[in-house]
């Protein structure tokens, strides 16, 4: 099977899946090596890339998704009546950002770094979907570890953790923290 055949099965499967496929499913699918089949998703992401249309591929954390074209969001938003108040709260940006910096991290060590109490916080970015469970950590009581998911990223406009703003620490802070 051609390339070009398989990118228009891998835009469909994309187009109907409606959120992130592994890259792994893909490969399965084409019978195909992991390597082999990231070959097909990089050109896949380059066409789409080049041919300026309202439609992306992006990869997130491994897995790819089919997705509308960042600088059509305000016409997007327009057609569909998005309220620009349903945007998160302040402190749900905050309590993400610190999750998805420190992650895995414990509520507790997230209110620690922010000051103040994060129960609800935390409660809304999991029916939200931006962040998940992790497992426990291995300390007494046990307490539940928060990361990101792949929600998160795709609603912050950015394909892994590694493209984060760094942020600066001096070394006072480094040591509260």
């Known amino acids: 099977m051609e390339q070009r055949e398989q990118i228009g099965i891998i835009e469909s499967i994309l187009f109907m899946a409606g959120e992130?496929?592994?890259?792994?499913?893909?490969?399965?699918l084409f019978e195909i090596t992991r390597d082999?089949?990231?070959?097909?998703m990089t050109q896949a992401v380059r066409e789409y890339e080049e041919c300026g249309r309202g439609l992306r591929?992006?990869?997130?954390?491994?897995?790819?998704?089919?997705?509308?074209h960042k600088d059509n969001a305000p016409w997007v938003e327009k057609y569909l009546?998005?309220?620009k108040k349903k945007q998160l709260p302040t402190s749900l940006v905050e309590t993400v950002?610190?999750?998805a910096y420190k992650q895995p991290i414990t509520r507790a060590e997230i209110e620690y770094i922010r000051g103040v109490k994060c129960d609800y916080s935390v409660k809304k970015l999991l029916e939200y979907g931006l962040i998940e469970q992790a497992g426990k950590k291995d300390v007494p009581g046990k307490p539940f570890l928060y990361v990101t998911t792949p929600k998160f990223l795709r609603t912050f406009g950015i394909s892994?953790?590694?493209?984060l703003p760094q942020v600066e620490v001096d070394e006072e802070q480094e040591e509260e923290l």
């Open 20 to 28: 992130p496929v592994p890259l792994k499913d893909i490969a399965q």
């Open 36 to 40: 082999e089949a990231a070959g097909i």
């Open 57 to 68: 591929i992006v990869e997130l954390d491994g897995n790819y998704q089919l997705v509308t």
């Open 81 to 83: 009546g998005v309220d």
């Open 97 to 99: 950002a610190v999750i």
């Open 160 to 163: 892994s953790l590694e493209e």
